[in-house]
């Protein structure tokens, strides 16, 4: 199943960046954006890591943020469509040359991959002051590599910060109803939104809802995990939760023409963010 994953985004990578852009899209700008800008207000702004890049979103913010930044996916696809990006901010000034981002290969679900970044010459230096993975987490089949690789990453004072689809409303299959009745007082008609669960502990992985026009390949899988088991391999890691947040589309991005809209379920988080600290006393283990 993670070969299957991977190689859909490698697929997939091309309509991706096509459909994000150089700005990203609402989900990035109105949600995913400000809540990493607040996690990671107050952080020393070194040197950060960026996993499953993508087409180099978050590098470019947080190299504007004033990080030096190490840009890691597992599909090289997405790799190349980043560095494109990211080079032509360069050339057109919107990128400090001062804050370099460098760009790597890196499976966060392969051992070998992790072993390999960790060991391989100087790229850790002292380690890094913030690592970011914006809405990737969904994306891999096993988080154990990256919980015990974040105990090497990370200084003593570094953050580990993750954008997530929500586990309760999004990835668990949650089905979406939508009711209307009269109101007998008023007469006018009123629309209830409301969420149907039928499974949370157990739920296989799925497609995604495909992104773009391309119907040649598969979309890409999302692994479900319930909030104990999304967050226990960090805790065996010894990594510390001090920061969660459920973030929502207000009411001024409803679509009318669209009652099925996901971003019309307002009283329902649509993505999940936090924050993960070593635990006080713990070694680095580099």
């Known amino acids: ?92 000034g919107r990128l400090d040359k001062e804050r370099k981002i460098s760009f790597k290969l890196l499976d966060v679900t392969n051992k070998d991959h992790w072993a390999h970044f960790i060991d391989g010459g100087n790229l850790l230096e002292d380690g890094f002051d913030a690592i970011v993975m914006n809405m990737g987490i969904m994306d891999v089949h096993d988080l154990e590599p990256l919980a015990v690789s974040l105990t090497s990453l990370l200084k003593q004072d570094g953050c580990f910060i993750a954008t997530v689809l929500h586990p309760l409303f999004f990835t668990s299959g949650a089905k979406r109803q939508i009711t209307v009745h009269e109101d007998p007082v008023t007469g006018q008609r009123v629309i209830d939104r409301s969420i149907l669960l039928s499974q949370y502990q157990n739920v296989a992985p799925a497609r995604q809802l495909l992104f773009s026009s391309d119907s040649e390949h598969q979309p890409p899988i999302s692994f479900h995990r319930s909030f104990q088991d999304l967050f226990a391999p960090f805790f065996r890691a010894g990594l510390i939760l001090d920061a969660l947040e459920e973030v929502n589309f207000d009411d001024t991005f409803r679509e009318p023409s669209r009652e099925y809209a996901a971003r019309n379920f307002t009283e329902f988080p649509k993505i999940l963010a936090f924050r993960l600290r070593r635990g006080h006393g713990q070694s680095e283990r580099r």
């Open 1 to 92: 199943m993670d070969g299957q994953a991977l190689a859909a985004w490698e697929n997939h990578a091309r309509s991706w960046d096509e459909t994000m852009g150089n700005d990203g899209n609402d989900y990035f700008s109105v949600l995913e954006l400000p809540v990493l800008q607040r996690m990671i207000s107050g952080q020393t702004r070194n040197r950060a890591l960026d996993l499953a890049t993508g087409n180099g979103l978050v590098a470019r913010w947080l190299a504007q943020e004033g990080f030096s930044v190490v840009a890691t996916d597992g599909a090289t696809a997405m790799l190349e469509h980043a560095k494109a990006r990211t080079a032509i901010w360069y050339q057109e």
